[in-house]
């Protein structure tokens, strides 16, 4: 099946710095990606959505300032933490779409991020 | 908009029982359906994919059903196994295929 890569899988930054954490799909062009983040023992909750050249959607409460997200190309999404706090330590997960006609959703194997 | 529900929220079994995880969703006008299964602290992966126009999909001991009218999937794993133990999630792609929407899922813990 597809394969979404996601970099890094561990990150551990101190306060008030920025984080990049990529998203890639290795053998297919995604149009559509997502970003998520994961609390612990919760559910998935959805960032944004990008689309390839285009600004990314905001879920409401997302601040976009803080979490930029770039897809710059059909096979790489972006998502950085700028200016990180303590509270944005979290799990983040990044999804693509693969396809039009079959669409199947990917998900890479997620980011670790603790800030200290 | 698309609200996706599944129950039970958490579920506790022995060994070897069979069992259903419910899902529905409130927008039938939907491209896919996902069930996906979680470890704790990992990423996602893919269980079944069921497209708007089947019924369901089977691989191994999962069996995966799709009504849409009704707005409900359900997944069933048969003979449950220890190594089953995780949080089983569902998501719908819109008919755009641009959203994916997800329940909070069902955490299984199966017991040897």
């Known amino acids: 099946g597809a394969v979404v890569s996601q970099h890094p899988s561990r990150v551990i930054c101190k306060s008030g710095t920025s984080v990049k954490i990529e998203c890639r799909s290795l053998?297919?062009?995604?149009?559509?990606m997502f970003w998520y983040r994961q609390f612990p023992k919760q559910s998935l909750m959805l960032m944004a959505t990008?689309?390839?050249?285009?600004?990314?959607?905001?879920e409401q409460g997302v601040e976009k300032d803080k979490f930029l997200i770039n897809h710059a190309s059909l096979t790489l999404s972006t998502l950085t933490v700028t200016s990180a706090h303590p509270e944005d330590s979290s799990f983040y997960i990044c999804s693509a779409l693969s396809g039009r006609v079959n669409t199947e959703a990917f998900f890479g194997q997620g980011t670790r991020l603790t800030v200290v | 908009k698309q609200e996706v529900t599944q129950i039970p929220a958490a579920l506790s079994v022995p060994e070897g029982e069979n069992l259903v995880l419910n899902c529905s969703f409130t927008?039938?006008?939907?491209?896919?359906l996902q069930w996906f299964r979680q470890d704790p602290g990992k990423g996602l992966t893919s269980l079944l994919l069921i497209q708007s126009s089947q019924r369901e999909q089977t691989s191994g001991r999962l069996n995966a059903s799709l009504d849409k009218s009704s707005g409900r999937s359900t997944l069933y794993i048969a003979a449950s196994q220890p190594g089953d133990s995780a949080t089983y999630l569902c998501?719908?792609?819109?008919?755009?295929?641009?959203?994916?929407?997800f329940g909070k899922g069902t955490t299984l813990s199966v017991s040897s």
């Open positions: 053998d297919f062009q995604a149009t559509t």
């Open positions: 927008d039938s006008a939907i491209y896919n």
């Open positions: 998501a719908v792609i819109d008919q755009a295929g641009t959203a994916l929407i």
């Open positions: 990008s689309n390839e050249g285009s600004k990314a959607t905001y």
